[in-house]
């Protein structure tokens, strides 16, 4: 099958041998487990249980709290001993509202529905029981599942990406060579529920068992035909509009979504929940996760309970805490420096790196931009990152957005090459933010407008109507009139009385 490069990109050393000399194994299960209400890309989740309730694994503890949402589940049996703030995974460090359950140690499970042939549902149907299932894009972005699943138009090509392009992630790795079945059937769901035209699963070469196992599964599967294609290893190959145009040779329009060229894209890891939801009427409950880098003494993929403290996986694969440096969660490309160990493995939480003190060197002073275009050549997304950085730091935010900022996917390709040594990705980020920000106090001061403008025409709609009012009430001539008759009358009855004649005789 052809395969088409697409601009720029970086070759990163990998790193991946580390963590994929032993199988996976079920992370031990942790005395608590931290469930925070927003794991996803939309409206945080709203809590349906109370402290003290008793819960089983799989029940439900958060609904979704608005279409663009996803429930929160119940990762093992115990009792809920806190609803509030506590630390997540986030840039900022802050806190967010979670739920902790206090684990009983019995793993007791709700008794989950089993459906057996997923050909016997409707598209909507599907859709509805991935959703129940608080399934989300397991690739890193978070997007409710489901949502990808309802396209509104004519899908051409579904892609399963397996690329897995950061150096040290190996989780998706692992899932493909253990699990290859259940991320196939989740492959023909998903097609099922879109109606897509032809299927492709996109590995890097990287991975020749990962390739193997699925290619060995898809012909134990007899399904229909199946594009298994091996890309190059080059980062970021996994971008989903770097993927599309590897495979497909199509690029998505600048602003746009993949539907908009008919594709639909999902990670392995969500094929294989959307498997386990349909198939079984199992929630998301736990996911791959890679444990790794120098600071770790065993890494390792675990198969891990979401809401289960970062700091006792750590301490399962034998972290050298008098040596480490830091904790990132994801790749050291787009991963986040976690400042704090206690806080929860969410449910796009992927990898954890450990790194030892001296490993990553210190960063030289940021020099002056030099404009010698390394950036530009290395952007996959074929943006001018110098220009960028020069309206970023300026502030002229109604320019940068001439130069497509929004499409800028934050993959760190620039700031990897530049000499200078410049973190355009921080000023890229900083933007961002603000342009949002002056959006929202936009949207805002539109609202505050319209009302006081509303309020305007009401209160002159009043006050014309007690004018009307005023105007009905006060005296005209047909009331002199009137008045005029009816004195004339009372005399005429006066001078009956007294014996003359009328006036009128």
């Not at 806190?95 to 709700?110: F, Q």
């Not at 996994?238 to 746009?256: A, C, H």
């Not at 970023?392 to 957005?401: G, L, M, T």
Request: net charge neutral.
């Amino acid at each position: 099958m052809k395969r088409w490069p697409f601009h720029g990109g970086v070759k990163l050393p990998g790193h991946k041998e580390e963590s994929t000399t032993r199988p996976v194994e079920p992370a031990p299960l942790p005395k608590r487990l931290i469930l925070p209400l927003s794991q996803h890309i939309g409206a945080p989740a709203e809590p349906v249980v109370a402290v003290g309730d008793k819960v089983l694994k799989g029940e439900v503890i958060a609904k979704a709290g608005g279409f663009v949402s996803a429930p929160v589940h119940a990762s093992s049996s115990g009792t809920v001993t806190a609803i509030g703030e506590h630390p997540v995974p986030h840039p900022s460090g802050l806190s967010a509202p979670c739920i902790t359950i206090e684990t009983d140690g019995k793993d007791r499970c709700l008794k989950h529905k089993q459906q057996t042939d997923f050909r016997q549902l409707d598209p909507a149907t599907i859709r509805e029981q991935i959703r129940e299932a608080g399934i989300v894009g397991l690739g890193g972005a978070g997007f409710p599942a489901f949502i990808k699943l309802n396209p509104g138009k004519p899908v051409n090509t579904l892609i399963l990406n397996g690329a897995e392009c950061e150096p040290y992630i190996t989780c998706d790795d692992m899932l493909m060579r253990e699990r290859a079945g259940e991320v196939l059937r989740g492959l023909l769901i998903i097609q099922h529920a879109v109606q897509a035209q032809r299927c492709i699963i996109a590995i890097e070469d990287n991975k020749p068992q990962a390739a193997h196992a699925m290619q060995h599964a898809l012909q134990r599967l007899a399904a229909d035909p199946i594009d298994i294609v091996t890309v190059p290893a080059c980062y970021p190959a996994g971008g989903e509009k770097q993927l599309i145009k590897i495979v497909t040779g199509q690029e998505v329009p600048s602003g746009g979504l993949p539907i908009q060229i008919g594709v639909v894209c999902h990670n392995v890891a969500t094929a294989a929940a959307v498997c386990r939801a349909v198939e079984h009427g199992e929630p998301l409950l736990s996911r791959y996760v890679t444990v790794t880098g120098s600071a770790v003494a065993e890494p390792r993929n675990l198969d891990v309970l979401i809401g289960t403290p970062v700091l006792e996986l750590l301490n399962h694969c034998g972290t050298d805490f008098n040596n480490l440096e830091e904790v990132i969660m994801g790749g050291p490309m787009m991963g986040i420096a976690l400042a704090d160990h206690g806080v929860p493995l969410v449910k796009t939480g992927n990898c954890l790196l450990a790194v030892s003190r001296g490993e990553i060197e210190q960063r030289p002073s940021v020099m002056p931009c030099i404009r010698c275009g390394n950036c530009a050549d290395a952007c996959p997304v074929s943006l001018l990152p110098q220009q960028l950085y020069w309206h970023a730091r300026s502030k002229d935010f109604d320019k940068i957005q001439e130069y497509d900022l929004f499409d800028c996917i934050e993959c760190g390709c620039c700031a990897y090459v530049c000499p200078s040594n410049i973190p355009l990705v921080h000023y890229y980020r900083f933007a961002k933010s603000e342009i949002r920000s002056l959006q929202e106090q936009k949207r805002r001061a539109d609202i505050a407008r319209e009302r006081h403008e509303h309020r305007e025409r009401r209160l002159a709609r009043e006050k014309a109507e007690r004018a009307a009012r005023h105007a009905r009430k006060k005296p005209g001539t047909d009331d002199k009139a009137k008045k005029a008759a009816i004195q004339a009358a009372l005399e005429r009855a006066r001078a009956s009385k007294q014996g003359a004649p009328p006036d009128d005789v």
